[in-house]
């Protein structure tokens, strides 16, 4: 061996230094790849780092997941470059994205996609340059200056440095002026690195800890007292913190977060996006980011801008931000070390990611917790059956909070028989004469009133009242909704959206006297027009919030005291915090009973109770109307007597009698495609091979293969299977094998969903 060999590979071998890094590309191709490291990259692949490798002919971005000394794979091929300064995805991050691809049964590349925002992912940075000035010390010989430079220079002065446009704009100079006093040596103006702060306009006073009730105090100290358990990076206990509505849940987060930080570690805050308002934010960053004290609260959620969400993102990366409060992906952002995971309405079904990786954050949050030894603490006025359960059976730890902090009354709620009500009038009203007096009263006291509608739009259908015709959607089995302020029928799926008709679209009909039945939010505000035309009425939906302020603006506006009456569908049931709301009226309490769904009386359950938590924050008691078709249903009278108990204690017998969680684990198979006779053939197909594999999991019930609740959307067909088990981890690996060696028929997809929540 010649020296000049031996120099070339000494230092690699010696050590037996891995040469060779295991890749996921950016792409849907379910397996990884090797490739070689060259030696002037040794120092910055690492795993978890970003790469670009090439890939037939052409070049692709992936992530490191392994290094390894060799490789089975002959002739591998070299890493071209890294990307970004700092490996992106933490070790910690990729284990618990291995983990997502396997309980979840996806891809690695769809798990690890989930886990880097899309703004962080792209090769080029996406930092923002800006031109910045600096003041320069004062030169010996002082230059002569016209009035006007020297005012200029002493604001540059004032500020030390600033962004070259903050100062044009505050000077009212041009640009030349600057440049004369930079050529005079007095400032200096280059580009620099410029965060966008999503909350840099607004003005947040700082709060300092309240004095807790005794209640509170017990939910924190059980906390804090558990986060040494074990040692630093063993498993922590999970709590179920259940306090009704505005029993102080917030205060015991924030004190809870102050102790994480004390032990130098990091905190996730998980908000459900519609309830992430600047209310909600603000009062993280009101305690720990305002005044001088400043740990930076980074925050993550949908409405941010590619490049805010890209620096929040490298802020958290950086470990200047320790406290991240953000939506269902916040879950995965890199808090290093952390110590404890915060779920805020943990019942809420928006945590579940309605597309691939199918993961629910509550869930991730848990399984993180355990891996990273932090304390997870799962929030709810209205817990899921699923949490309550693991609670009661000792698998979480539950903290209760019966009663509201300031001892303020939980509102009485009424509910209002609507049977009645229609017998008055001709049709359906929309108010009830009960909820239409406590509304005249509340505009009479100058009081506020919330009124909860899950439904946008003016009217539901459009019938033809001679022929039957009702106006559907072309491509999914569903009728348009009809939008009067637009003049459209939309349809709430695919987003289909035609003019309204003027006569009876079927051709052997044709009469103009065609009706629109049913009700939404839209109707609502124009009822409310007709019976209080004094009134200052606002609707809430994403039909009304047509810009990125437009939410701000709605809530700013209520809290302002602007607005009499908000309507609004889900987006005005939780989170929201306004003293002067002593009304609440629930429009139609049985919309969310009638839905095909094994959880439609959990749901009405939570609905009922988190909106009408909405009522009598302030000093004057409130009230809740609650009109319903079905006055009796124990979801709603549960509701009306504020007993969670009572309907958990009901609803779990109902789901141990037919096996539906919590009881079991649920797996959902949908399959989907244009030409039905395929997909119901398919779907027939699959229920034999998982008869086949029956055995291998135990336990296990198969129903279906059935048409969905929604049969059709987007010109899609779609047929479930719905499995449950005791033993979803075998189940999970058996799809998974099962869906490797499936040979669908073109045009058919399968998707697997574990622990669904959405099973229309
Ligand atoms: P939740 O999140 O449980 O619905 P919040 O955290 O919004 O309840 O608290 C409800 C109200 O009670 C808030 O106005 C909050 O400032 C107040 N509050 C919470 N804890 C205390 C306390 N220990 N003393 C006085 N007021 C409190
Ligand atoms: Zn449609």
Known sequence: ???????????????????????????????????LIPEELEDVVEVGARVKVPFAHRQVLGCVTALLETSPHPNLRPILKTIGRQSHVTPKILKLARWIADYYCCPPETALKSVLPEAVRKEKEGWREQLFVRALPEPETKPKLSARQREILELARAAKEMPLQDLLRQSGAAAQTLRRLEDKGLIHIAPQISERDPYARDIILPTRALALNAEQQRAVSEITGASGDGGADKPKPVFLLHGVTGSGKTEVYLQAIAHALERGRGAIVLVPEISLTPQTVERFKAR???????????????????????????????????????????VFAPVDPLGLIIVDEEHEHSYKQEEAPRYHARDVAVVRGRMEGAVVVLGSATPSMESYYNARKGKYRLLEMPDRADNKKMPIVRVVDMRAAARHEKGTPIFSPELKEAIHQRLERGEQTLLFLNRRGFATSL??????????????????????????????????????????????CGNPAIRFAGMGTEKVEATLGK???????????????????????????????KTDILVGTQMIAKGLHFPNVTLVGIIYADLSLHAPDFRAGERTFQLLTQVSGRAGRGDVEGEVFVQAFTPFHPAIQYARRHDFNGFYDQEIEFRQQLKYPPVSRMALLLLTGRNEEKVKLSADHVKQEIEKRAAEVGDLIIAGPAPAPLARAETMYRYQIVLRTGRIARLGSALAALAGALNLPKGVKMIIDIDPVNLI
């Not at 060999?5 to 849907?28: E, G, K, N, Q, S």
């Not at 993550?300 to 953000?326: F, P």
């Not at 015709?469 to 709430?492: F, I, K």
């Open 1 to 35: 061996m010649t020296a000049a060999f031996c120099l070339f590979y000494f230092p690699r071998f010696r050590f037996a230094v891995p040469v060779i890094a295991r890749v996921t590309l950016d792409l849907a191709l379910g397996k990884e790849f090797d490739y």
């Open 288 to 330: 720990f980011s305002a005044g001088s004290s400043g740990t930076l609260v980074a925050v993550l959620h949908s409405h941010l801008s590619a490049g805010e969400r890209h620096d929040e993102w490298h802020k958290i990366r950086q470990g200047r931000a320790r406290i991240v409060i953000g939506a269902r992906s916040a």
């Open 463 to 508: 019938q033809c009242p001679l022929c039957g015709y009702v106006a559907e959607c072309p491509n999914c089995s569903l009728a348009l909704t009809y939008h009067r302020q637009a003049g459209r029928l939309r349809c709430h799926v695919c987003a289909h959206d035609v003019p309204v008709p003027a006569a009876c679209p079927n051709p052997k």
């Open 531 to 561: 019976l209080f035309p004094r009134a200052r009425v606002q609707r809430m939906d994403s039909d009304a919030l047509k810009r990125k302020e437009d939410y701000r603006r709605i809530l700013g506006d209520f809290g302002r005291g």
